[in-house]
């Protein structure tokens, strides 16, 4: 394989996609090594396979506003690969979805469902629609328009979408509603569902919980452990939040919290009521992260920043792609910051990875580190699929389990001659050999 030929024609065929091409290059990069020592790959053309979507679908989503005033957005599903399972993964509603992002996701998706050892393939979607300011009966009609066309494309067996940024617990009941109505079926077809129509218990924190059982598993391999420790979150949404939760409860203290706003710094630590607080500020549907700082005293709101610029021991990014640049990375570096977890997907951009492992850093990528989202999303469908349901203990210890297991094999596929485990490069060999596998073994579809 030679990387950037494969890019080249990959950024020809695709212009303009920054997203998709950071997320293709990355991978390629790390299993460029294993792929020509299996000859049978080259020879399936599992690459250009794999960087080609299997279905890109965009359609028209017309809703009315409280007002009556008509509106149009685009909704989208990318159905990338399902070598080794149904499709699946997350909807996001943010006015930048758009083609690149969704790609990238999607892509990124696909290694991601590889590493938790579940049987699910890769997919995204979403659109372009903005839930900010928007009320309850607005978001519903366009849950509703949108599914009017989502329907006839997914399927238990087939596709399984859930959340994302924009997209929680009201958006999938709304979807779920109308799928029901439609469909005149209750199926495992969403995952985030409510817990009492076929919900899993751990789902809404399992993002969060999941990264912070990755990172302890990071620290360890230092002799570490989360207890007294400084920890820089971004982001105050879903995931920001389980990690907040996760942290605190092991022992850490979360010091910062961030929006699109800028950041709270509250030195003497987010937890209890203070990270309860986060889900009501997410439920305003502002977006906006100030309001902290008139609630607690203790947090001081610095508008426009990023909380990079504190100094802390470990910083988990768990609001949105390339929110820590190089310049953040070094300020964090520079201040003693050793362990960087991915919470959100691909936040930190690759000049900041780069950074991070030329120092020797522990650095862990989002496919790896976020994978607990989707794995227990999996869980919901083994649950829906048996028709039971786990308790809150037994869903978490497999969780916990799965998150091991991940941080394992990309020990195993990412220590380099120095020691220095490569979480990229492990994750991304990891994820990539089971799918390249199954595409041989199908042969060509
Ligand atoms: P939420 O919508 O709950 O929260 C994310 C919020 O972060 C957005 O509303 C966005 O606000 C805000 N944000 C955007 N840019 C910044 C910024 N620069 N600094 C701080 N905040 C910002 O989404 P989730 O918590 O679900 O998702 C967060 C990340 O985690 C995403 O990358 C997502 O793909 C990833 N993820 C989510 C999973 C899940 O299960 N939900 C699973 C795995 C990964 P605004 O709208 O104003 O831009
Ligand atoms: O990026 C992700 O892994 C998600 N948004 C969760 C996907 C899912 O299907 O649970």
């Known amino acids: 394989m030679n990387v950037d030929l494969i890019m080249n024609e990959l950024v020809k065929k695709n212009p303009g996609e920054v997203e998709y091409h950071q997320a293709v290059r990355e991978v390629l990069e ?12 080259e020879s399936a053309k599992i690459i250009e396979r794999l ?68 049987p699910m393939g890769g997919a995204k979607g979403g659109s372009d629609f903005d839930p900010k300011g928007k009320s309850n009966s607005e978001i519903m009609r366009f849950c509703q328009s949108l599914m009017l066309e989502l329907w006839n494309i997914i399927g238990p067996d087939t596709d399984v979408p859930a959340g994302d940024i924009g997209v929680g617990g009201r958006e999938i009941g709304y979807l779920y509603g109308f799928y029901r109505k439609l469909a005149r079926e209750n199926t495992g077809i969403l995952t985030g569902k409510g817990i009492n129509w076929g919900g899993s218990l751990v789902r809404p924190e399992a993002t969060g919980f999941g990264c912070v059982y990755f990172a302890k598993e990071m620290l360890a391999t230092k002799g570490e452990t989360f207890q007294g420790k400084k920890v820089a979150i971004s982001g105050f949404g879903n995931v920001a939040w389980g990690a907040a939760l996760k942290v605190s409860e092991l022992g850490g203290k979360v010091v910062t919290i961030s929006g699109p706003d800028g950041y709270i710094h509250d030195p003497e630590g987010i937890s209890g009521e203070k990270i309860e607080f986060m889900l009501e500020l997410r ?49 964090l570096i520079d201040n003693g910051c050793w362990c960087i977890c991915e919470g959100a997907n691909m936040p ?98």
């Open 283 to 331: 439920a305003t549907n502002d977006d906006i992260v100030a309001p902290y700082a008139l609630e607690f005293d203790s947090g001081q709101f610095i508008q426009g920043k990023r909380p990079w610029e504190v100094k802390v021991d470990i910083a988990l990014p768990c609001a949105t792609q390339n929110e820590l640049n190089e310049e953040d990375a070094h300020h």
């Open 348 to 445: 930190c951009t690759p000049e900041a990875v780069e950074a991070f492992q030329s120092k020797g850093i522990l650095f862990a990528p989002g496919k790896a580190a976020n994978a607990g989202g989707v794995a227990t999303s999996g869980l919901e469908m083994a649950q829906n699929s048996m028709k039971i349901n786990w308790s809150r203990k037994e869903v978490d210890d497999r969780l916990h389990h799965i998150m091991t297991s991940i941080h394992e094999n990309c020990v195993e596929h990412g220590t380099n001659e120095e020691g220095y485990v490569d979480y990229v490069k492990g994750a991304n060999i990891a994820g990539f050999l089971k799918v390249a596998n199954s595409m041989v073994d199908q042969g060509l579809v």
């Open 30 to 41: 790390s299993i460029e090594e294993v792929y020509n020592e299996n000859p049978h790959f």
């Open 51 to 118: 960087v080609e979507p299997d279905r890109v679908m965009t359609f028209k989503v017309p809703w009315a506003d409280d007002q009556g005033t008509i509106h149009v957005n685009r909704g989208f599903r990318i159905q990338f690969n399902n070598a080794i399972g149904p499709y699946k993964g997350g909807l996001r509603f943010h006015p930048s979805v758009n083609l690149s992002i969704l790609k990238f996701l999607g892509f990124e998706q696909i290694f991601k469902n590889s590493l938790t050892s579940l």
